[in-house]
T-cell receptor, first 114, second 112 residues
Framework: AQSVTQLDSQVPVFEEAPVELRCNYSSSVSVYLFWYVQYPNQGLQLLLKYLSGSTLVKGINGFEAEFNKSQTSFHLRKPSVHISDTAEYFCAVSHRSNDYKLSFGAGTTVTVRA | DGGITQSPKYLFRKEGQNVTLSCEQNLNHDAMYWYRQDPGQGLRLIYYSQIVNDFQKGDIAEGYSVSREKKESFPLTVTSAQKNPTAFYLC???????????FGSGTRLTVV
């Protein structure tokens, strides 16, 4: 079974500063990796996903993530955040052996301040 | 536009009552899922269905029931056996390949 650890529960950051959200997973097999964003009282929206190929994945709203197989990590980055990036971010993993069901991390709350 | 519709957005339930949360999708996805979200705990899987007339328990199925009579619909019933039902409930769907989910906007259930 896969598990996902998001290493930071809260990340405060100033507007226009860079941000990195850390995600590690545990699995002995190849997995698919995802980052989702959730704004208050809303559903989750897909930011980006890694299925195969290039380890650097670009997503919506200027976010990108890098898959590192040796470190079993999938960290999310944005070079310059906006107030509107204030939200909760979830890392998730899936695999064929688990019928592609997503397993989610506990989430990281990003608060952007002016 | 294709998507997932959850209703109602807010729901209040008295102790001892069953309530049903609606989830409808027009994405032609085979698989549908119900998650429960509590602060600081991420999303926990309640039930999922990969095909009509079939569904499986997730990690926290006790006190919940589902049906999948149509491809488009996957309602969740929160029964009186669920000891702590107050939470945010999210429905999602995916195609069988499983390249990520599409989520609804959620239902916030409060027991009063």
């Amino acid at each position: 079974a896969q598990s996902v650890t998001q290493l930071d529960s809260q990340v405060p950051v100033f507007e226009e500063a860079p941000v990195e959200l850390r995600c590690n997973y545990s699995s002995s097999v190849s997995v698919y990796l995802f980052w989702y964003v959730q704004y208050p009282n809303q559903g989750l929206q897909l930011l980006l996903k890694y299925l195969s190929g290039s380890t650097l994945v670009k997503g919506i709203n200027g976010f990108e993530a890098e898959f590192n197989k040796s470190q079993t990590s999938f960290h999310l980055r944005k070079p310059s955040v906006h107030i509107s990036d204030t939200a909760e971010y979830f890392c998730a993993v899936s695999h064929r052996s688990n019928d592609y069901k997503l397993s989610f991390g506990a989430g990281t709350t990003v608060t952007v301040r002016a | 536009d294709g998507g997932i519709t959850q209703s109602p957005k807010y729901l209040f339930r008295k102790e001892g009552q069953n309530v049903t949360l609606s989830c409808e999708q027009n994405l032609n996805h085979d698989a549908m899922y119900w998650y429960r979200q509590d602060p600081g705990q991420g999303l926990r899987l309640i039930y999922y269905s990969q095909i009509v007339n079939d569904f499986q328990k997730g990690d926290i199925a006790e006190g919940y029931s589902v049906s999948r009579e149509k491809k488009e619909s996957f309602p969740l019933t929160v029964t009186s056996a669920q000891k702590n039902p107050t939470a945010f409930y999210l429905c999602a769907s995916s195609d069988r390949v499983g390249y990520g989910y599409t989520f609804g906007s959620g239902t916030r259930l409060t027991v009063v």
